[in-house]
């Protein structure tokens, strides 16, 4: 059973990874001033297409809260750490809310797309998210 459970979580990623790799990938570069509590984007993600929220600046284990809705159970959103190629968090699995630390710090991705399936059919959804920057632990 555990097989396969891990062979389907590995073929929903490996779908996903292809939706991303064809579409057009839109880039939106995310600043925080110091104080600022978070901004709200409101945009629409089509067929294949994808849009990466690159998080500049993100302090040494600062925390980040990100969150998603959309009028489409099937779109989602992965963020990656600063160094990494592979998501920290996948949105088709965990779920529309992350909550994270970054030790070290750098430029966080929050990559929106859609499930396969629907991307591959050309569909147009609408989407909310909300990234929210969190306290730096004192040193």
């Avoid at 968090?89 to 809310?97: A, N, P, S």
């Avoid at 499930?115 to 050309?122: G, M, T």
Wanted: glycine content about 10%.
């Amino acid at each position: 059973m555990r097989t396969l459970v891990a062979k389907l979580a590995l073929c929903g990623l490996a779908l996903a990874a292809a939706a991303q790799a064809r579409g057009q990938v839109t880039v939106q570069y995310v600043d925080f001033p110091k104080g600022y509590e978070g901004r709200t984007y409101t945009r629409a993600v089509k067929g294949e297409d994808a849009c990466d929220y690159l998080v500049r600046n993100v302090e040494d284990d600062q925390k980040l809260d990100v969150t998603i809705s959309s009028n489409n159970e099937s779109v989602f959103f992965d963020v990656f750490d600063p160094k990494g190629t592979n998501p920290r968090f996948t949105g088709w699995k965990d779920g529309e809310h992350f909550a994270g630390r970054f030790p070290g710090g750098g430029t966080v991705k929050v990559r929106v797309y859609q499930r396969y399936d629907i991307a591959a059919r050309n569909e147009t959804a609408n989407y909310t998210m909300t990234i929210v920057p969190g306290d730096v632990p004192a040193r």
